[in-house]
């Protein structure tokens, strides 16, 4: 079985051959950047913005921005220009994982968060790392993707890739296009080999 410390296995892989299907409807990146119109003037501004998440009384994420401005419009957002750090806590409010980036835009009706410049994806439980300039967050689907080159850490394997997808918490994910090496677990009574993987 191939797997990393993200529990990588050939179903996975086979997932990957069905991901354009994911990409071809998901909102397309151009048309995201095409609602944005910079001539306006925000209708309400913040700074140290400080946003819980909660459901039955459980803290479940918690956002911190050095400063908001939101747009109202056909299209009405809220903008980050200098980013932002989102913590994910479970039952116990321990730090499970976080996203951030140095921008984001967060688009209200289709509530994605269109994040880019620096982002960075870690589970605090698979010490797991992704890297990327461009992340989309559907909130609503709670799922993040991109379709950008993306670097995936562990703490035994390094991955590369042109896209990606992934539960919110980066717990279970893919990569597509993937390049790079990984641990081959051959069984209890064989030592684990490295098996290298290059972009064609």
């Not at 409807?25 to 819980?52: G, H, M, W, Y």
């Not at 968060?113 to 790392?129: G, L, Q, S």
């Not at 997808?165 to 597509?176: A, G, K, M, N």
Request: charged letters at 30%.
């Amino acid at each position: 079985m191939i797997k990393t410390s993200s529990n990588i296995t050939m179903k996975n892989i086979a997932i990957l051959l069905g991901l354009a299907m994911f990409f071809s409807c998901s909102p397309d990146l151009q048309q995201i950047e095409s609602i944005t119109k910079k001539d306006e003037f925000p209708v309400e501004e913040a700074e140290n913005l400080r946003i819980l998440y909660s459901s039955h009384a459980h803290i479940q994420m918690i956002m911190e921005a050095p400063r908001m401005e939101r747009y109202e419009g056909e299209e009405p957002y809220m903008e980050l220009p200098e980013g932002f750090v989102m913590t994910f806590f479970d039952e116990h409010m321990n730090e499970t994982s976080r996203i951030s980036a140095n921008y984001a835009i967060q688009y209200e009706k289709d509530d994605l968060i269109d994040a880019r410049n620096d982002v960075v994806v870690e589970n605090m439980e698979t010490k797991e790392k992704l890297n990327t300039e461009q992340l989309i967050w559907d909130r609503r689907n709670e799922l993040i993707y991109s379709e950008k080159f993306v670097k995936v850490t562990s703490e035994e394997d390094v991955l590369y890739g042109q896209g990606f997808e992934s539960d919110e918490r980066f717990t279970s994910w893919v990569i597509t296009d993937i390049w790079g090496s990984f641990s081959v677990d051959l069984g209890p009574d064989e030592e684990q080999e490295e098996l290298l993987i290059q972009p064609e």
